[in-house]
Every structure is written in C-alpha cells, then in structure tokens.
C-alpha cells in the first residue's frame, strides 16, 4: 500500500493528552470563529488568487538588498527547496542564515522563542499557561542569558550576525507578510508586531532540546508511585535491569586509568544499591502532583519520554569501498513544521577567519549546523539519557525548608506571566539548595479555575490523605547551571580530526549526547558527552531522595569529561548507538544512568551491520528502514500454542502462523500481533497500575512480558478485579485475541485478509499552535495526515506508539541521514517535514512523502554539484551597493 497524505480530520475538541496544546478559551474561541467566517471567504477566493497564503511565501530567485551585509551572498535550493548559502565572510555567511530561517520559518521560530521565554500566554491566552509555569518556574531565559557571557567570541559573533539577518527579514515586512498564523491572529484581534531577533532566543531553545532528552525524571516518579501501588519487590518487575549479556553496550572496551578513559585498559566498576522512596504517603502524592505537572507540559517543549535515536559508523573493513560510512536517525516528537532545518554553510575560500564548509540539519533560530559533515569528518547523535535530574522530597514550612534539621530560608523569584484576553499571573517560584518547587504549580489549581495541572484521578487512585503542604518537590538539573554548550556546536562545525572533535564536544553540557563520528582518514569514534552529577551516598538516581537529608545531594563535581567513555577505531570496526547502555558498570566506576534503553534496537541494528562486509549507502538505509518485531518473536509462538474457536476467532492467529515478525505497513499479521500486544498490556497490568503508569509498550515493556511469560502462573496475569477467580497467562493471551479480532472487525473489516498494519498505524501531523486551536477549518489549513507507514515503537524504524492511546504515531525519526567518507556528494538525507514552515507552501510537506515511503534525497556537498542541482538562485546584496 502507497502511504497516503489528505487533510486532517475535523476534530472540534483538543484538550490534549495527544498534543498537550490546551484547547483555546471561550472569549479567544468566539474570536475565533468569526475569524473563521472571513477566513471562509477568504480560502474561497484563494483557490485563484491565493493572495493571502502565498503572501509570506519566501522569495527564491532574483536579488535582495539586505542591510547589513558587507558583500554579495548566494543561496542555491534544489528540488526540494534546502537552501546552500555562499559566503565570502562569516557575518555574511550566518547573516545570511538568519534571514533565510526567517523566511522559511518564522513564526516556527517566534512560538519557539516565546515557548523558551515562557510567554505563549501573551500569544494564545489560556492555551499557553500550563507550558507557561513550568517553563518561569526553571526560570530558563534567565539561565540562556548568564550563558551568553560565558562564550566565546567568535560564538557571540555568530549569533549576532544570525540575530541581524533575522532582523533584517523583519524589518521590511509586516505579519501578514511573515506567515499565515498571523495574518488568522490578527483576525481575531492579536495587536502584535514580533521583536527584534536576539542572541539569547538562539540560545534558549537548546534549554527546550533539553527539556526534550532530559533523562530519566518520570522513571524516578514511576517507581515511587508504583511501588506505592504494588510494593517494592513487584515494582523492580516494572522496572527491569539493564541486560549486559544480551545487549551489548556502546563500549566494550577500555575503562578509567587515573581520572581519564583509556580504551586499552580493563576498566573496574560497581553498582548502586536501590533505596526506597522517602517521605510516606504524603510525599507520594506530592510526586504524583508533579507527573501531572510534567504530563501538562506541550510536546513543543518535547517528550521527555520514549525518546530514542540511532546512530552507527562502520569502517572500511565493512563497506564495499573500503572507506567508513555514518548513518543517524534521531527519534524525537512529531510535529508540523517539523524540528530540523536542511541547510549548507559554506565559506567561498575557507581559512581561520571564514572557516566554515558544513552542511546538515540545524534547528530554526540556531545558527550554525547541528547534525552532520564538513569537508573532514560527519558525526551524528543519539540520547545519551545520563540521569542529570533529581527529584527531591523536601519538608517544607512556610518559607523555610529542612536540611539536617535546621529550617533554611526558600529563595524566591516573583514572576508575571501576561496572559492575553486575561488577567496576569503572579507566580512566586520557590525553591530549596537543590532547585525549583515544581509542586508549588500543582496547588496553583486552586486559584487558576482555566487551567488543571494535575492528572485526573492518580491522586485518588494513589492516596485519600488530603493536603500535601508538608511536602514539596523540587527539581536539581544540569541544564539549570549555565554553561557554553553554543560553543560546542560552532566548534563541532569547524573540527577537523579526531582531536578537534573531542575538543569540540567538552564543551557540550546538555543534553548529553552519544556522539559517533567518522572522517575522510577513514578513522571512526564514538565520544559521550555531558555534564553528569557525582552524587553523595545517599542517593543512587533511581527514586526520588530525601532533600532534608544532606547526604543525598549532589556533590557539586561532574564526572570529568576526560573519564566519559569514548572510543578511535575499535577492534570490531562498527559503533552502534540506540541508546542503549554505554559501559557495564562492572568496567566503569562512575554513574551515569539505570534507565538505558534496553537494546533490541541496538542489538538488532549490530545483528545487520555484522552480516553485510559489504555495506553500501543503500544498504544502510535499508538497515534504518528495519521493522522487524523482537517482541513479535518473543510472544507469538505462546500465541499459536492456544486453541483458538474455528472460524471467526481464529482468523488472526492464521495470520500470524506465516508471519515473519515484519511491520511493514501492508501487513495484516502486523496489525492483528499489534492489537493483541495492547489487549495484553491493559489486561495484564492495567488492573492493577493506576491509570498515569498504565503500561505504553515500550522497549521496557518488552523486558517485562518476555520475563513473565514462562511463568503460566505468575501473579501479574491474575485480574485483581474478578473475585474468586485467578487467571492465568493463557486466559489472558486467549481473551487479547479475541478482544484483538472484535476490534479489527470494528476498526478496519471484518475480513482478515484487508486487514493492514498503515491503516492503524498512521502519521498524523498537527500544528502545535493553529492546528490545536479547537476549530476544524483552522485546523485543516495547518494540519495533514493520513500517512500509513510501518515500524512500530522499539523498533529500528521507529514509528513509535502509544498504547494506552491508540496506534498513531506519536514518535518518530525525525530526519534520516547517511554520509560516506569517500564521496561526501553520494550522502543522502531526508526530513521528516519539508524546509518551508509555510502552509501550502509545495515543500511544506514535500519531504514527509518520501519519508513515508522510505525514500531518501541526495545530499550533494560540492560546489560544483550544488550549482549542478541547484533549481533556483537568490543573490543577497549588501543595501545600497
């Protein structure tokens, strides 16, 4: 089946689990809808002017006087419109950048920066607070502007020079001429002109990126409430060890000689004790208090949860020309415009003072390149996920908190959150020697009528005691502690060799990254990065510690960026990164996390690499496009052991009988195993976990049923619910499948045969902003949807889902790329959305075509290959010359 792209469904209600963007208020809402009356006529006249719409759209050929510019500036896009800019001087070159994101993507760029300064509220009321809190709360605009001194000057150079081509873009054209959004915004009443362009706004979406990859936060808040709910020793069963033996970690070599990693040594290590949760019941609902604080946060801030990515590098030894090839596809949140900028930054003569001749995938509003290759070497990232975020349960009186007994005062910081078409919010954020009270937000409900920042029910489910105030919950985050992670990217840009990109890369605090790299040499790396706390005894990352006790916080030191594992061309010639674990611990000392991906990616993506001595760039990207199911393997063969009824009930299981564990979007064995899979979830564990840790079949998920489902009897297949009755593995296996076969009847036919996996399993592209308005004829000039695609979560094509949700792709590889070190113009790359955040625009959505399909585009890096694919041509002249 060819996936598929229609409009999006008229859907008049997003409150959202799904999106997390609050469904507009009624005085905006009735703003809208007579915005909608006009915006009615209007796309009726635009099916032969479209005035309106192609209004912002950006101008591609030709010249443009642009004020600032010292000398003349190209831009060559190709079919695809991924702009290659020619300068002669690197203000030019990154002036040019700015005004070029501008155009593309502005007001992309505009939410990002009012989303990182916490103040969407001033843009969308109501619908912006939730996000709005937490982010004055972590105070991160204050953060990116103290690291704004701290960096270099060719960094701060940089980002001025992008900041002017920005303001150059704005100064010439009114909203209207910016970007749809604001001509519908207008409409419904919003007086605004956007502000000049700064150097802090760049910096301050790496706070969001973040926030995105922050580690292991909801783990620790996981394991304390489900152990409130089930007990210690049926918790460390939700939450399983990570499988040395099975899945083999990044580095598999070397360990810590004095304070620095050596690959050539035998590392010696050790682990951490699990401790319990402190505080009792009524710090357990404090916790839980906070989830629903996090749960309220909007995916444009990013997931924090069930993201992963892969990365690999092989060397010569293994490709058909013997020289290293780099592959990475970074699995983030699914938006529309997505989060990746194509782009090439390329200095005309290179040298110390314009050293630039990059290209790859940057973020709007960032100058530089953040993933991707220079003339020397490529490099890709995948999460690291180090544990750099404590929860601390604090004892809180008044305005002092506990420590060692004494009372010490809370700092406090008075915020004003200006909400339009409402009244303003006085937020005093608090916070202890560890951080920030994020339960201080919780108890805000009380007094915000609009907004519930708590999750419906789990306090309930986890507790009666009423009145929490004894207890806070603060948060301790690296990402909190200015640092120069800038400096990182432009170093990363301009690095040449093995020992320029180490260098490069310590000064890259967060969010801390597993690097792989590879250069023309043919030599391949892998370096960790990041800035990981050394913890007291008294506290091992896992559950949130006792921040009256001093012996659980941090001790002020990081693990020296010398001792993260990294690794020159190891023994084996291939590096694999899907987020699995780094180093056993048993070979290396220092903590950096207990929450690692599990592996069955990692494991898979080796499994692939290893059988192939002659890997190509194809086939490379076909590894990326792997959808086969290690769960699938594990639980069907207990699947066809049961004796189904005949006929009906037993349509599924025929299917699965020649199934061979492949998600492809035209499978039906692949929908019916998918749809078991969630009955199984819900009726193994849904009985007896509270609604908020329900079981989202994720990777960890996968460890835990492949772990009970020896055991016929275990007692998580008991349903808790039916008195008198226990239940074993295989009523429960029997009861998914029928459950299973009535819902595919029900959802897509009632024969087996046209059953497909894409029918279920779609992606779905919603503007975070517009898109979630609540109105369906605003939603559908943003949205689109309809892609069916294959893959699944945990997967190596990882199209992940949520299944306490539905089958719609909630994750996925945001972009796609793979570089061959012998011909750098033979790369090839794809995004996950087009370059133009443009609705209508032709490469709004352009590239998610391809991607659905499995397709790449080529990435030429030459001169003489961009003007060869070039399509159109824009010439930037300094003003007035």
């Given at each position: 089946?060819?996936?598929?792209?229609?409009?999006?469904?008229?859907?008049?209600?997003?409150?959202?689990?799904?999106?997390?963007?609050?469904?507009?208020?009624?005085?905006?809402?009735?703003?809208?809808?007579?915005?909608?009356?006009?915006?009615?006529?209007?796309?009726?006249?635009?099916?032969?002017?479209?005035?309106?719409?192609?209004?912002?759209?950006?101008?591609?050929?030709?010249?443009?006087?642009?004020?600032?510019?010292?000398?003349?500036?190209?831009?060559?896009?190709?079919?695809?419109?991924?702009?290659?800019?020619?300068?002669?001087?690197?203000?030019?070159?990154?002036?040019?950048?700015?005004?070029?994101?501008?155009?593309?993507?502005?007001?992309?760029?505009?939410?990002?920066?009012?989303?990182?300064?916490?103040?969407?509220?001033?843009?969308?009321?109501?619908?912006?607070?939730?996000?709005?809190?937490?982010?004055?709360?972590?105070?991160?605009?204050?953060?990116?502007?103290?690291?704004?001194?701290?960096?270099?000057?060719?960094?701060?150079?940089?980002?001025?020079?992008?900041?002017?081509?920005?303001?150059?873009?704005?100064?010439?054209?009114?909203?209207?001429?910016?970007?749809?959004?604001?001509?519908?915004?207008?409409?419904?009443?919003?007086?605004?002109?956007?502000?000049?362009?700064?150097?802090?706004?760049?910096?301050?979406?790496?706070?969001?990126?973040?926030?995105?990859?922050?580690?292991?936060?909801?783990?620790?808040?996981?394991?304390?409430?489900?152990?409130?709910?089930?007990?210690?020793?049926?918790?460390?069963?939700?939450?399983?060890?990570?499988?040395?033996?099975?899945?083999?970690?990044?580095?598999?070599?070397?360990?810590?000689?004095?304070?620095?990693?050596?690959?050539?040594?035998?590392?010696?290590?050790?682990?951490?004790?699990?401790?319990?949760?402190?505080?009792?019941?009524?710090?357990?609902?404090?916790?839980?208090?906070?989830?629903?604080?996090?749960?309220?946060?909007?995916?444009?801030?990013?997931?924090?949860?069930?993201?992963?990515?892969?990365?690999?590098?092989?060397?010569?030894?293994?490709?058909?020309?013997?020289?290293?090839?780099?592959?990475?596809?970074?699995?983030?949140?699914?938006?529309?415009?997505?989060?990746?900028?194509?782009?090439?930054?390329?200095?005309?003569?290179?040298s110390t003072e314009c050293p630039l001749d990059v290209a790859g995938f940057s973020f709007s509003g960032v100058p530089g390149v953040v993933i991707g290759h220079n003339a020397d070497i490529a490099w890709g990232f995948t999460n690291l996920s180090p544990d750099v975020t404590d929860l601390y349960v604090e004892r809180i009186k008044g305005d002092t908190w506990e420590s060692d007994g004494q009372e010490l005062p809370l700092v406090v910081r008075n915020e004003?959150?200006?909400?339009?078409?409402?009244?303003?919010?006085?937020?005093?954020?608090?916070?202890?020697?560890?951080?920030?009270?994020?339960?201080?937000?919780?108890?805000?409900?009380?007094?915000?009528?609009?907004?519930?920042?708590?999750?419906?029910?789990?306090?309930?489910?986890?507790?009666?005691?009423?009145?929490?105030?004894?207890?806070?919950?603060?948060?301790?985050?690296?990402?909190?502690?200015?640092?120069?992670?800038?400096?990182?990217?432009?170093?990363?840009?301009?690095?040449?060799?093995?020992?320029?990109?180490?260098?490069?890369?310590?000064?890259?605090?967060?969010?801390?990254?597993?690097?792989?790299?590879?250069?023309?040499?043919?030599?391949?790396?892998?370096?960790?990065?990041?800035?990981?706390?050394?913890?007291?005894?008294?506290?091992?990352?896992?559950?949130?510690?006792?921040?009256?006790?001093?012996?659980?916080?941090?001790?002020?030191?990081?693990?020296?960026?010398?001792?993260?594992?990294?690794?020159?061309?190891?023994?084996?010639?291939?590096?694999?990164?899907?987020?699995?674990?780094?180093?056993?611990?048993?070979?290396?000392?220092?903590?950096?996390?207990?929450?690692?991906?599990?592996?069955?990616?990692?494991?898979?993506?080796?499994?692939?690499?290893?059988?192939?001595?002659?890997?190509?760039?194809?086939?490379?990207?076909?590894?990326?496009?792997?959808?086969?199911?290690?769960?699938?393997?594990?639980?069907?063969?207990?699947?066809?052991?049961?004796?189904?009824?005949?006929?009906?009930?037993?349509?599924?299981?025929?299917?699965?009988?020649?199934?061979?564990?492949?998600?492809?979007?035209?499978?039906?064995?692949?929908?019916?195993?998918?749809?078991?899979?969630?009955?199984?979830?819900?009726?193994?564990?849904?009985?007896?976990?509270?609604?908020?840790?329900?079981?989202?079949?994720?990777?960890?998920?996968?460890?835990?049923?492949?772990?009970?489902?020896?055991?016929?009897?275990?007692?998580?297949?008991?349903?808790?619910?039916?008195?008198?009755?226990?239940?074993?593995?295989?009523?429960?296996?029997?009861?998914?499948?029928?459950?299973?076969?009535?819902?595919?009847?029900?959802?897509?036919?009632?024969n087996a045969e046209e059953w497909t996996w894409g029918a279920l399993h779609k992606l779905e592209l919603r503007s975070a902003t517009l898109g979630e308005s609540g109105v369906g004829v605003v939603e559908r000039l943003f949205n689109r949807g309809g892609w069916e695609v294959g893959g699944g979560g945990s997967l190596v094509n990882a199209t992940g889902w949520d299944a306490t949700e539905g089958y719609d792709v909630v994750t996925a590889p945001s972009m796609?790329?793979?570089?061959?070190?012998?011909?750098?113009?033979?790369?090839?790359?794809?995004?996950?959305?087009?370059?133009?955040?443009?609705?209508?625009?032709?490469?709004?959505?352009?590239?998610?075509?391809?991607?659905?399909?499995?397709?790449?585009?080529?990435?030429?890096?030459?001169?003489?290959?961009?003007?060869?694919?070039?399509?159109?041509?824009?010439?930037?002249?300094?003003?007035?010359?």
């Amino acid at each position: 089946m060819t996936p598929t792209m229609v409009g999006a469904e008229n859907v008049e209600q997003h409150s959202s689990p799904e999106t997390g963007f609050r469904r507009w208020p009624r005085s905006v809402r009735w703003l809208t809808v007579i915005a909608v009356l006009c915006t009615v006529a209007l796309v009726a006249s635009l099916t032969t002017s479209w005035v309106v719409v192609r209004k912002p759209w950006p101008q591609t050929t030709g010249e443009l006087e642009i004020s600032g510019l010292d000398g003349e500036v190209q831009v060559i896009r190709d079919e695809a419109g991924i702009p290659q800019i020619y300068a002669d001087s690197m203000p030019d070159l990154m002036l040019a950048q700015g005004f070029v994101h501008a155009q593309d993507r502005f007001f992309e760029m505009d939410v990002r920066r009012h989303a990182t300064a916490g103040r969407l509220s001033e843009l969308f009321g109501e619908a912006g607070i939730e996000s709005d809190l937490v982010v004055r709360t972590l105070g991160w605009r204050d953060v990116a502007t103290k690291e704004l001194t701290l960096l270099r000057p060719a960094t701060r150079s940089a980002l001025d020079s992008y900041a002017e081509g920005v303001n150059a873009y704005l100064a010439s054209r009114s909203p209207s001429e910016m970007s749809l959004e604001y001509s519908l915004l207008g409409l419904t009443g919003l007086d605004y002109n956007p502000p000049k362009w700064t150097a802090v706004d760049s910096i301050a979406w790496l706070k969001a990126m973040a926030w995105d990859l922050r580690g292991n936060m909801e783990e620790e808040i996981g394991r304390a409430l489900t152990a409130a709910a089930v007990g210690d020793e049926r918790m460390a069963d939700l939450y399983p060890t990570y499988p040395y033996g099975q899945h083999a970690p990044i580095v598999q070599q070397g360990g810590l000689l004095g304070d620095e990693f050596d690959q050539d040594v035998i590392g010696d290590g050790h682990r951490l004790l699990r401790r319990p949760p402190p505080g009792g019941r009524d710090a357990l609902t404090a916790l839980a208090e906070v989830r629903g604080v996090l749960a309220a946060v909007p995916p444009l801030l990013g997931q924090g949860d069930g993201i992963g990515s892969n990365g690999w590098v092989v060397d010569g030894n293994h490709t058909s020309t013997g020289e290293p090839i780099l592959a990475n596809d970074p699995h983030l949140g699914i938006s529309l415009p997505g989060v990746w900028s194509q782009v090439g930054l390329h200095c005309r003569t290179v040298s110390t003072e314009c050293p630039l001749d990059v290209a790859g995938f940057s973020f709007s509003g960032v100058p530089g390149v953040v993933i991707g290759h220079n003339a020397d070497i490529a490099w890709g990232f995948t999460n690291l996920s180090p544990d750099v975020t404590d929860l601390y349960v604090e004892r809180i009186k008044g305005d002092t908190w506990e420590s060692d007994g004494q009372e010490l005062p809370l700092v406090v910081r008075n915020e004003v959150i200006k909400v339009r078409d409402g009244e303003s919010i006085d937020l005093a954020v608090r916070s202890t020697g560890h951080g920030p009270l994020l339960s201080d937000l919780a108890r805000l409900d009380d007094e915000l009528d609009a907004v519930d920042l708590t999750e419906d029910g789990l306090v309930d489910q986890l507790t009666d005691i009423a009145g929490s105030a004894e207890y806070g919950v603060s948060l301790a985050w690296t990402a909190l502690e200015p640092r120069p992670t800038a400096d990182a990217l432009f170093a990363l840009n301009t690095a040449s060799d093995w020992k320029s990109f180490r260098a490069a890369l310590s000064d890259f605090a967060v969010p801390g990254q597993n690097v792989v790299y590879a250069d023309t040499e043919g030599h391949i790396g892998y370096q960790a990065t990041g800035l990981v706390p050394i913890r007291k005894p008294g506290n091992d990352g896992r559950m949130p510690a006792a921040g009256w006790k001093s012996d659980t916080a941090w001790t002020g030191e990081f693990v020296p960026y010398d001792a993260l594992p990294n690794v020159l061309d190891p023994d084996s010639g291939i590096i694999t990164t899907a987020n699995q674990a780094v180093i056993d611990p048993e070979r290396y000392a220092p903590y950096l996390t207990a929450d690692w991906d599990l592996g069955y990616r990692s494991s898979r993506i080796n499994e692939l690499l290893e059988a192939d001595d002659e890997l190509s760039v194809r086939s490379m990207g076909a590894i990326q496009l792997d959808d086969w199911s290690a769960i699938g393997e594990v639980l069907t063969p207990y699947l066809l052991g049961l004796e189904m009824p005949r006929g009906y009930y037993s349509d599924g299981q025929r299917l699965l009988r020649s199934w061979n564990y492949r998600q492809g979007p035209e499978s039906g064995a692949a929908a019916y195993f998918n749809v078991v899979w969630r009955q199984v979830l819900e009726r193994t564990f849904g009985d007896e976990l509270p609604d908020a840790l329900d079981a989202d079949g994720s990777d960890r998920w996968f460890a835990v049923v492949a772990s009970i489902l020896p055991k016929a009897s275990s007692s998580w297949w008991d349903d808790v619910e039916t008195e008198g009755v226990r239940e074993g593995r295989d009523d429960i296996l029997l009861a998914s499948m029928k459950a299973a076969r009535d819902e595919l009847t029900a959802r897509e036919s009632p024969n087996a045969e046209e059953w497909t996996w894409g029918a279920l399993h779609k992606l779905e592209l919603r503007s975070a902003t517009l898109g979630e308005s609540g109105v369906g004829v605003v939603e559908r000039l943003f949205n689109r949807g309809g892609w069916e695609v294959g893959g699944g979560g945990s997967l190596v094509n990882a199209t992940g889902w949520d299944a306490t949700e539905g089958y719609d792709v909630v994750t996925a590889p945001s972009m796609r790329m793979v570089v061959p070190m012998d011909d750098l113009d033979a790369a090839r790359w794809i995004n996950l959305t087009g370059v133009s955040g443009h609705a209508f625009h032709p490469h709004y959505t352009d590239q998610t075509d391809r991607w659905a399909r499995g397709e790449t585009l080529p990435w030429v890096f030459s001169e003489g290959a961009v003007e060869k694919a070039g399509e159109d041509v824009l010439t930037l002249l300094p003003a007035g010359g």
